[in-house]
C-alpha cells in the first residue's frame, strides 16, 4: 500500500507560482510511474504531467513550458512546479503513484485557484 499525500495548493493571481508537493509514505524509488492530474468542475479529469522511475516526463500541451515535474527519491516526495498560471489552470490536482501487480493510488487533491 501506498499513502500520497498533495499540499501546496492555494489560491494565487493569474501569472503567479505555486509548488505542489506529494508525499509517499513509502519509497517512490519502487514506483514505475508517479504523476499529476487534475479535475476542474464539470469536466474530467486529466493528466498534467508524468514521470517515470528513470527520470522520463511528459506534459500536457496546455501546460508545456509553465509546468514542471520532479521527484526527489530522498525525501520520498515529487513536486509540480506551476509557473506563469492561468484561470484555466484552477481545479483540484491529484498525485497518482503506479506500481506494477499493485496498481494507481490517489492522492485526496488540493485544490489550485488562478483568479485575480
Known amino acids: 500500500q501506498v499513502q500520497l499525500v498533495e499540499s501546496g495548493g492555494d489560491l494565487v493571481q493569474p501569472g503567479g507560482s505555486l509548488r505542489l508537493s506529494c508525499a509517499a509514505s513509502g519509497s517512490i524509488f519502487s514506483l514505475d510511474s508517479m504523476g499529476w492530474h487534475r479535475q476542474a468542475p464539470g469536466k474530467q479529469r486529466e493528466l498534467v504531467a508524468g514521470?517515470?522511475?528513470?527520470?522520463?516526463?511528459n506534459y500536457a500541451d496546455s501546460v508545456k513550458g509553465r509546468f514542471t515535474i520532479s521527484r526527489d527519491n530522498a525525501k520520498n516526495t515529487m513536486y509540480l512546479q506551476m509557473n506563469s498560471l492561468k484561470p484555466e489552470d484552477t481545479a483540484v490536482y491529484y498525485c497518482n503513484a503506479y506500481k506494477a501487480f499493485e496498481g494507481s493510488y490517489w492522492g485526496q487533491g488540493t485544490q489550485v485557484t488562478v483568479s485575480s
Open positions: 514521470i517515470s522511475r528513470g527520470g522520463s516526463t
